[in-house]
Nanobody, 124 residues
Framework: VQLVESGGGLVQPGGSLRLSCATS????????MSWYRQVPGKERELVAG????????NYADSVKGRFTISRDNAKNTVNLQMNSLKPEDTAVYYC??????????????????WGQGTQVTFSS
């Protein structure tokens, strides 16, 4: 199983970045996908989530209207479009897969997977 994030980097005030998470090794359509972020000394926080079909999304209040999560079930990828970036968006961003299929399917396939993270740094 692999979840590989990409797209992080330096960003300027008001700038944009598009994060991608390429997955393999599990049945992508069985999993709800989420993006989390973490800064040193703080707990990892949920940024955005999307259901397995891609028909429902949710966002942290701090990113509503600026970030958009999407998924491509044909390519087994989930993306996070981040616009109007702010200094407080600086963090390591992680994608997470959570199995939402039947219990026996999830037990065999795995309940939860995380990527290794990609750094987003605000550059003044």
């Amino acid at each position: 199983v692999q979840l590989v994030e990409s797209g992080g980097g330096l960003v300027q005030p008001g700038g944009s970045l598009r994060l991608s998470c390429a997955t393999s090794g599990f049945t992508f359509s069985y999993y709800a996908m989420s993006w989390y972020r973490q800064v040193p000394g703080k707990e990892r926080e949920l940024v955005a989530g999307i259901n397995s079909a891609g028909s429902s999304t949710n966002y942290a209040d701090s990113v509503k209207g600026r970030f958009t999560i999407s998924r491509d079930n044909a390519k087994n990828t989930v993306n996070l479009q981040m616009n109007s970036l702010k200094p407080e968006d600086t963090a390591v961003y992680y994608c997470k897969a959570r199995c939402v299929a039947l219990y026996d399917v999830c037990r065999r396939s795995g309940y939860e997977y995380w990527g290794q993270g990609t750094q987003v740094t605000f550059s003044s």
